[in-house]
């Protein structure tokens, strides 16, 4: 977002790298010179700046920190304040022409496709949800703007009547607004042709929003950083102040760090943890006037009047370690953990399966080449189903896995792209539709029912099938009788959709051009997109409050405890086209075969030994039967049972918890103590047919931790 000083500075503009492994220690490591401009603001997309600087967009790539590249740049004639990139176009804020649409799908030859003039106003920035941009004007306040047609664009709504707007955030249904007279406004947009505002909060010289969560962070100039509690958006309320030592223009919020353009004293770094008592940490002193700053994968990209674009590493603790690879030549495109087994859909090699027992040293252990290319892959029961492209189905058995045999195969008409198990049925993603087919006996599928339309990844949540290819976003289809599909709705955008995970109301569409949309689902009948994220996504796998992304060329990790507000936490260079997660390890698998990283303890629970009804050889359960089953949690010379927080502890697929008194007691005879804890078996939600249950709980200092062991239940009915 810019700043009122951007348009009065007329200075050579240079782009500068640093890296660090503090946020108060930071080191230059590269740069390339941008001249005659001076940088307001900045978006990151794809490995490629886009710079917005006087009277011209700058785009660079840096997918190189320590090598930055200018590709291309073009001459706007005006002053260019603010910068949004959004399916290979990039709108700019500009003044006195206002809304401009660039077309840079060719990153080296951008071109000029559309603008939309705002007579007597002056465009500060704007910002993009769909097919609808929000342009923040510093005189007449907020346009908002029907771009659906790029080459067209067309004023749908706006509100003037409360000042101007110097800087728009817009999460779900409410748009943010500040300015340095009239402060904070928060506007219903549900409507966007009839924007209402819903509530104010003065604040003087307020210029740049970030909102987070049901937190307003505001950055006002001389004031330095304000942060508002808008919960309840008709009453925004101050929490707390930070008073920098320049001028706050821009700011950031990254888990519990708030990134400050602080003008003429460069990037300060406070801790928010309480969002009342900011605390100051660190700051880089850039060599103009920092502005607009952009956080991806753990470089802070900051728009530097003067400065040109500064690069600055600000990654979190955490160091992701690839612990071991296996070659899969040509490629893998899917992969699934079960019981210490990966099975990689590995093209036009076929199925392959890899022990992974000890992940340091995976073996290729069986295998069995498909007749054309595997692309997907589910295991139940023992079978893994194949999605095979112009093959279709394929079903094989992998009871012996160092014998995988096809016991049955179901030639679908399209292109078999991915596949989704049910109870008794799969759902098979057939690229231009989505078909049901029946396997109660796996050696005889049977096609039961088919619904047409474009169809590339496809996931069951209960009764419900999420369909996704094409333009087509999102396809909710009711499955409750499968012979018989009934579409509740679609969602559709002009751009290609590259992968689906729906995690409780959300579903994260990933799109072509390095997007993952965010669409409620929460009502399967009338999907709502409610956000867009700057990450590329072929595939995604979600444990807890962490989304791991196969992003193509590296696996990046985010925190998604806010959905439409996630965090990265860090990313791992290795090739990921599918990506699967199995007790704190990472499975991707590439164009390098299968890579298996370990993000670290900062990414997920701590992993424990437990022994399920000790002494018992086979740890037999029986989910029909009452009473109570006893778990050990073991303790090492590593882990200390007498730091666990036995509130906390939760076993089982439902999260029972523990009754009576755990007490502590040397179970396995190794000389240290162990935790034993009873938990009521109809509780657990342990089923027939479940061969693993899981136990998780925190030590008092708040650690994740978690352990499994294997269980032997009856037979499903």
């Known amino acids: 977002m810019p700043r009122l000083g ?87 804020a500009q003044s006195p022409r206002g809304l401009l649409v660039i077309d840079v799908s060719d990153p080296a030859s951008p071109t000029e496709i559309g603008a939309l003039e705002v007579p007597d106003g002056i465009p500060f920035d704007v910002e993009i949800v769909g097919d609808v941009a929000y342009l923040a004007d510093a005189v007449l306040g907020l346009h908002i703007i029907d771009v659906s047609d790029p080459a067209l664009p067309a004023k749908i709504g706006s509100l003037s009547d409360s000042g101007g707007a110097l800087d728009v955030e817009v999460v779900g249904n409410l748009a943010y607004i500040v300015d340095d007279t009239s402060g904070l406004r928060v506007i219903d947009v549900s409507d966007p042709s009839a924007p209402v505002l819903l509530g104010a909060l003065g604040l003087d010289r307020a210029n740049a929003i970030q909102v987070v969560g049901g937190l307003a962070y505001v950055a006002r100039s001389s004031l330095g950083v304000a942060v508002i509690d808008v919960s309840n958006p008709g009453v925004p309320a101050l929490l707390g102040t930070f008073d920098t030592p320049g001028e706050a223009q821009g700011i950031r919020v990254v888990g519990d760090l708030a990134y400050v353009g602080d003008h003429s004293s460069g990037l300060q770094v406070l801790d928010v943890s309480n969002p009342a008592v900011p605390v100051g940490l660190g700051v880089l002193d850039t060599p103009g006037d920092a502005e607009d700053i952009e956080i991806i994968g753990g470089l802070a990209y900051v728009a530097d009047q003067g400065g040109g674009l500064r690069v600055i590493d600000v990654a979190v603790p955490g160091f992701p370690t690839e612990v071991a690879s296996l070659d899969l030549a040509p490629n893998g495109y899917d992969v699934q953990v079960v019981q210490g087994f990966a099975y990689v859909a590995a093209g036009s090699s076929g199925l392959r399966v890899i022990d992974v027992a000890s992940p340091g040293a995976p073996v290729e252990i ?43 195969a179901l030639d679908t008409p399209g292109s078999a792209e991915a596949v989704a ?14 078909r049901v087919v029946g396997v109660a006996n796996p050696a005889a599928p049977e096609e039961l029912d088919v619904l047409e339309g474009a169809a590339t990844e496809v996931q069951l949540v209960g009764a419900i099938a999420y369909v996704s290819g094409g333009d087509t976003q999102i396809r909710i289809i009711d499955g409750s009788d499968p012979s018989a599909l009934v579409e509740l709705s679609h969602l559709d955008r002009p751009v290609s959709t590259t ?75 290795v090739d990921a086209l599918g990506v699967d997660v199995v007790r704190g390890l990472v499975y991707a698998a590439g164009g390098g075969g ?31 039967s009452g009473g109570s089953i006893r778990v050990a949690v073991l303790g090492s010379e590593s882990f200390d049972v007498a730091g666990i927080d036995v509130s906390t502890l939760s076993f089982g697929p439902a999260g029972a918890a523990s009754i009576g008194r755990s007490v502590r007691k040397d179970v396995n005879h190794d000389g240290v103590d162990d935790l034993l804890a009873r938990f009521r078996k109809r509780e657990t939600g342990i089923a027939r047919g479940d061969t693993e249950a899981c136990l998780s709980g925190q030590l008092l200092d708040g650690t994740r931790f978690e352990g499994c062991d294997a269980v032997r239940t009856p037979p499903p009915h």
Do not use: C
């Open 6 to 92: 951007a348009w009065l500075a007329f200075v050579t503009s240079f782009l500068l790298i640093l890296s660090s492994g503090r946020v108060n220690a930071l080191v230059e490591v590269g740069g390339v010179d941008l001249p005659g401009t001076s940088a307001s603001d900045v978006e990151i997309v794809d490995e490629l700046g886009y710079v917005a600087g006087l009277s011209e967009l700058w785009i660079i790539d840096v997918s190189s920190p320590a090598a930055p590249t200018e590709i291309s740049r073009l001459d706007v004639f005006g002053f260019a304040f603010a910068v949004a990139v959004e399916g290979g176009r990039a709108y700019l």
């Open 366 to 408: 069986g295998s069995l080449d498909t007749p054309d290319d595997a692309v997907g892959v589910a295991v139940a029961d023992e079978i893994a189903y194949v999605a095979d492209r112009r093959s279709g189905l394929r079903v094989i058995d992998v009871s012996i896995p160092t014998s995988p045999v096809e016991i049955a």
């Open 421 to 434: 198990v049910g109870d008794g049925f799969v759902y098979v993603a057939d690229g231009s539709s989505v």
């Open 499 to 573: 992968s689906l995970r729906v995690v409780g109301a959300i579903a994260y569409v990933g799109t072509l051009g390095g997007r993952l949309r965010l669409i409620d689902v929460s009502t399967p009948s009338l999907p709502v997109e409610i956000g867009l994220l700057p990450y590329s996504a072929h595939d995604m796998k979600v444990v807890g409050e962490l989304a791991y992304l196969a992003a193509g060329s590296s696996v990046r990790v985010l925190d998604i405890s806010r959905p439409t507000s996630p965090v990265e936490l860090g990313a791992s260079p």
């Open 594 to 624: 299968l890579h298996i990283v370990d993000f670290g303890p900062e990414y997920g629970p701590r992993f424990v030994s437990i022994d399920i009804k000790p002494r018992s050889q086979s740890n037999r359960v029986n989910p029909s």
